[in-house]
């Protein structure tokens, strides 16, 4: 149990244009996820807290208006990049908690031309 | 906040030796302690925990090992294998329903056939 799934895995965009990364959990509910940048041979920064139904909270120099989150039901966050620049490109990784527990997706390949 | 440090950066073993990796954190009232294994291209997965009641938590090759007086924690990995080869990285935060780990930089083991 405590599956995360991510969509796409990776992806490919022209700089100026926006793109949408989905976080799922897939047999439990969660109402609590984060959204995590991770560059080459580094840790994972936090970005943001997404609580279901309610705002995200972003952690300090993360551009809100640049990386929106939604966060509309129990079992899925979405991270939008906006006018995507080759200096966002970066492994996203969500994450969902459950029972005390956070589990991690996949991740998110994003490059931008 | 809390602060984690994490070493070795890289740690290069044969296989069949023990690997231990020690991290250190700075806030007395953490008392969740996670470690998770990253494989490249991959999200970080859980292989173990250990909450600060507990000194020392086994499972099969795993071991981790709390000293809160110190506030220091490691994970040991005995009989290594090729398969273990990935990024380690430890976190520490209070549980509960403000759960949001802070992690350390990580650790590249290397192990060797």
């Known amino acids: 149990g405590a599956v995360v799934s991510q969509h796409p895995s990776w992806v490919i965009c022209k700089s100026g244009t926006s793109v949408k990364i989905e976080c799922r959990s897939l047999d439990f509910q969660a109402t609590t996820m984060f959204w995590y940048r991770q560059f080459p041979k580094q840790s994972l920064m936090l970005m943001a807290t997404s609580n279901e139904g309610s705002k995200a909270t972003y952690e300090q120099g993360v551009e809100k208006d640049k990386f929106l989150i939604n966060h509309a039901s129990l079992t899925l966050s979405t991270l939008t990049v906006t006018s995507a620049h080759p200096e966002d490109s970066s492994f996203y990784i969500c994450s969902a908690r459950w029972e005390s527990e956070q589990y991690f997706g996949p991740g998110t390949r994003l490059t931008v031309t | 906040g809390e602060n984690v440090e994490q070493h070795p950066s890289t740690l290069s073993v044969q296989e069949g030796d023990s690997a231990v990796i020690k991290c250190t954190y700075s806030?007395?009232?953490?008392?969740?302690f996670p470690w998770y294994k990253q494989e490249l291209g991959k999200g970080p997965q859980l292989i173990i925990d250990?909450?600060?009641?507990?000194g020392e938590k086994k499972d099969q090759r795993i071991a981790v090992t709390l000293n809160k007086t110190a506030k220091h924690f490691s994970l040991h990995i005995t009989e290594t294998q090729p398969e273990d080869s990935a990024v380690y990285f430890c976190?520490?935060?209070?549980?509960?329903?403000?759960?949001?780990?802070?992690f350390g930089r990580g650790t590249s083991l290397i192990v060797h056939p």
């Open positions: 250990i909450r600060s009641n507990v």
């Open positions: 806030d007395s009232a953490s008392n969740y």
């Open positions: 976190a520490a935060s209070m549980g509960g329903g403000s759960y949001i780990p802070t």
